[in-house]
């Protein structure tokens, strides 16, 4: 839905590689036989936690440059507020 501009394709890549690794990282940790160490997963909701932040970066940019309507864009970005604050608590809770 971005406009064909090299602005909103390069904008469109980041936005899919960072929005795809968030699920790649907690699908990877689920998916595992039940070797996954503590460890491995904080470090596995620790880069989902990053990536989250990352595409929540490039939602705010489409926001600032009017790329697309915010209302449009506000409840993807919604969802990346939400799914930061539960990757931090699962993150902090984890390191207690």
């Keep these: 839905m971005l406009p064909n501009t090299e602005e909103s394709r390069v904008i469109r890549r980041q936005l899919c590689k960072s929005g795809t690794f968030v699920g ?4 990877i940790g689920k998916e595992t ?3 996954l160490t503590l460890n491995d997963f904080i470090y596995k909701a620790d880069i989902a936690f990053k990536e989250t932040k990352e595409t929540r970066y490039w939602l705010r940019i489409i926001i600032d440059r009017r790329l697309l309507k915010k209302e449009f864009v506000l409840p993807h970005l919604n969802e990346c507020v939400e799914l930061i604050k539960i990757l931090s608590t699962i993150i902090y809770r984890c390191l207690k």
Excluded: H, K, N, P
């Design 33 to 35: 036989d039940g070797s």
């Design 24 to 27: 790649v990282s907690i699908y």
